[in-house]
């Protein structure tokens, strides 16, 4: 049986980076290891790092509580505050933070200190946006929905700077940024969602329309996983949701000729690749 397996199956660049940072330091560091909030919301990759000693500060009060080893941050980013409260602990600090999230926070900033108030289209309540947030030295606004961005009142005085969460769908913010420029006033807009979503989701399309049965991998709660099931779907009418090889049905794999697989943005590439090896058996 012929196996296609999706390049971008799987964890983006910036969290396989921030995971292995994590597995690294866990390896190597004689004192306590912690992240800053889950480095990933995959269970067993954080049960995983448990038992290899690393743990998990929920927010200010359980950093404030320790007092020796290393705080990784991760690929989200954090507010400036947290990389405050890390040294003034006298903690090490390891920043995994996505180098595109670190743009968003260098931007934010820079025109903050040029008089300019800032918008961040996404979701208020994401820690993304939350750090974002955090690098902002002027006016701050958080729009995620028609109706906001409708709403929003800019000064009159200061030009508006634009950046958005990195997770955005662009057709969304595009729509934002067009009610928002229509109001008339100086605006700055910088387009900085990644593609990384996008290039997972168009692979995905191009594997399902060649093969005979394809699988997707990924947490039956992962939203991103679930919109990779309905793009295959859409595709090839033998598509598979499984979450670990134990759901995968061997035998209806027999009969086919080609098999493609992809995976969510936040599954383990082991368990891609124990799939991936079983249908090549
Ligand atoms: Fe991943 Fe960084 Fe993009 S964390 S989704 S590569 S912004």
Same mark, same amino acid.
């Given at each position: 049986?012929?196996?296609?397996?999706?390049?971008?199956?799987?964890?983006?660049?910036?969290?396989?980076?921030?995971?292995?940072?994590?597995?690294?330091?866990?390896?190597?560091?004689?004192?306590?290891?912690?992240?800053?909030?889950?480095?990933?919301?995959?269970? $067993?990759?954080?049960?995983?790092?448990?038992?290899?000693?690393?743990?998990?500060?929920?927010?200010?009060?359980?950093?404030?509580?320790?007092?020796?080893?290393?705080?990784?941050?991760?690929?989200?980013? &954090?507010?400036?505050?947290?990389?405050?409260?890390?040294?003034?602990?006298?903690?090490?600090?390891?920043?995994? /933070?996505?180098?595109?999230?670190?743009?968003?926070?260098?931007?934010?900033?820079?025109?903050?200190?040029?008089?300019?108030? +800032?918008?961040?289209?996404?979701?208020?309540?994401?820690? $993304?946006?939350?750090?974002?947030?955090?690098?902002?030295?002027?006016?701050?606004? &958080? +729009?995620?929905?028609?109706?906001?961005? $409708?709403?929003?009142?800019?000064?009159?005085?200061?030009?508006?700077?634009?950046?958005?969460?990195?997770?955005?769908?662009?057709?969304?913010?595009?729509?934002?940024?067009?009610?928002?420029?229509?109001?008339?006033?100086? +605006?700055?807009?910088?387009?900085?969602?990644?593609?990384? /979503?996008?290039?997972?989701?168009?692979?995905?399309?191009?594997?399902?329309?060649? &093969?005979?049965?394809?699988? &997707?991998?990924?947490?039956?709660?992962?939203?991103?996983?679930?919109?990779?099931?309905?793009?295959?779907? $859409?595709?090839?009418?033998? /598509?598979?949701?499984?979450? /670990?090889?134990?759901?995968?049905?061997?035998?209806?794999?027999?009969?086919?000729?080609?098999?493609?697989?992809?995976?969510?943005?936040?599954?383990?590439?082991?368990?891609?690749?124990?799939?991936?090896?079983?249908?090549?058996?």
């Amino acid at each position: 049986m012929k196996v296609i397996k999706a390049q971008t199956a799987g964890f983006c660049f910036g969290v396989k980076r921030a995971v292995d940072q994590v597995y690294d330091l866990a390896a190597k560091e004689k004192e306590p290891v912690y992240t800053y909030g889950p480095i990933i919301h995959n269970e $067993e990759v954080v049960r995983d790092l448990e038992e290899k000693g690393v743990q998990v500060l929920n927010g200010k009060e359980d950093l404030l509580s320790v007092k020796k080893g290393t705080v990784v941050i991760r690929s989200h980013g &954090v507010a400036e505050e947290v990389y405050d409260l890390i040294c003034e602990n006298g903690l090490n600090l390891a920043d995994a /933070t996505c180098p595109f999230v670190k743009k968003i926070h260098r931007i934010v900033r820079r025109e903050g200190e040029n008089g300019r108030e +800032i918008v961040i289209i996404g979701n208020a309540n994401h820690p $993304e946006v939350e750090g974002i947030r955090g690098w902002c030295v002027s006016k701050v606004t &958080v +729009i995620g929905t028609e109706e906001e961005a $409708e709403e929003f009142e800019p000064n009159s005085d200061t030009g508006v700077c634009v950046v958005s969460q990195t997770t955005f769908n662009y057709k969304k913010f595009n729509k934002l940024v067009e009610i928002l420029s229509k109001k008339r006033y100086d +605006i700055l807009v910088l387009n900085t969602i990644c593609n990384a /979503t996008e290039e997972r989701q168009q692979e995905a399309r191009k594997i399902a329309a060649d &093969v005979d049965a394809m699988i &997707v991998i990924g947490g039956r709660h992962s939203s991103n996983t679930q919109k990779l099931f309905e793009i295959c779907k $859409e595709e090839c009418k033998n /598509t598979y949701y499984i979450q /670990t090889l134990e759901d995968l049905d061997v035998h209806s794999m027999q009969s086919m000729s080609c098999v493609g697989i992809t995976a969510g943005a936040s599954t383990p590439n082991n368990i891609i690749e124990e799939v991936h090896k079983e249908c090549q058996k």
